[in-house]
């Protein structure tokens, strides 16, 4: 289903879910699978890292070459997150949920700049790459920040995913 046209409809159904249908079955996948890595690295809440592990552990074709161009392994890549995000003091056992109440505010701000990234690029769905993007672009970005401790700046990182998206549009 294509995105809304109407700036008054949102992200979230009135009931707090998640609209499912403006998110590309692969930008789905990436996140139920943040829900599962926010839960085995014991958080209570949804939050950006979350999101980037996500989307490592089910890379479309556009992040894996994201990964490529980045010179990264991207399961490695997932490994060092989980261990960086994991909270030895957390309960764990959370039954978290692609719920406004399960996320952070940081993954509702950079949720609707995917969404606005998809209408900007006239794109029916929000994507994976929408996704990654935001990721990195949103101030204050702990996953940027992240790779700037090694030297990779979020400009970088955003460049090469912008780059690996246009390559993945391309004609085969």
């Given at each position: 289903?294509?995105?809304?046209?109407?700036?008054?409809?949102d992200i979230?159904?009135?009931?707090?879910?998640?609209?499912?249908?403006?998110?590309?079955?692969?930008?789905?996948?990436?996140?139920?699978?943040?829900?599962?890595?926010?839960?085995?690295?014991?958080?209570?809440?949804?939050?950006?890292?979350?999101?980037?592990?996500?989307?490592?552990?089910?890379?479309?074709?556009?992040?894996?070459?994201?990964?490529?161009?980045?010179?990264?392994?991207?399961?490695?890549?997932l490994d060092?997150?989980?261990?960086?995000?994991?909270?030895?003091?957390?309960?764990?056992?959370?039954?978290?949920?692609?719920?406004?109440?399960?996320?952070?505010?940081?993954?509702?701000?950079?949720?609707?700049?995917?969404?606005?990234?998809?209408?900007?690029?006239?794109?029916g769905e929000?994507?994976?790459?929408?996704?990654?993007?935001?990721?990195?672009?949103?101030?204050?970005?702990?996953?940027?920040?992240?790779?700037?401790?090694?030297?990779?700046?979020?400009?970088?990182?955003?460049?090469?995913?912008?780059?690996?998206?246009?390559?993945?549009?391309?004609?085969?």
């Open positions: 289903m294509a995105l809304p046209d109407d700036p008054g409809l979230f159904q009135p009931d707090g879910h998640l609209r499912g249908d403006m998110f590309a079955e692969g930008t789905l996948a990436a996140l139920h699978e943040s829900v599962r890595a926010a839960g085995e690295t014991r958080w209570d809440s949804l939050r950006s890292p979350h999101l980037f592990m996500g989307l490592l552990a089910v890379p479309d074709p556009a992040v894996r070459n994201w990964g490529d161009r980045l010179g990264a392994d991207l399961p490695r890549l060092q997150f989980r261990e960086l995000f994991h909270q030895d003091d957390g309960e764990g056992g959370y039954r978290l949920r692609l719920h406004r109440e399960f996320l952070s505010d940081n993954v509702i701000r950079i949720l609707r700049e995917a969404c606005q990234r998809a209408v900007d690029h006239q794109r929000v994507s994976p790459m929408d996704l990654l993007i935001s990721l990195f672009t949103t101030p204050q970005s702990i996953v940027a920040e992240c790779f700037e401790r090694i030297g990779v700046t979020a400009a970088k990182l955003t460049e090469l995913a912008v780059i690996a998206e246009q390559h993945a549009s391309l004609p085969r």
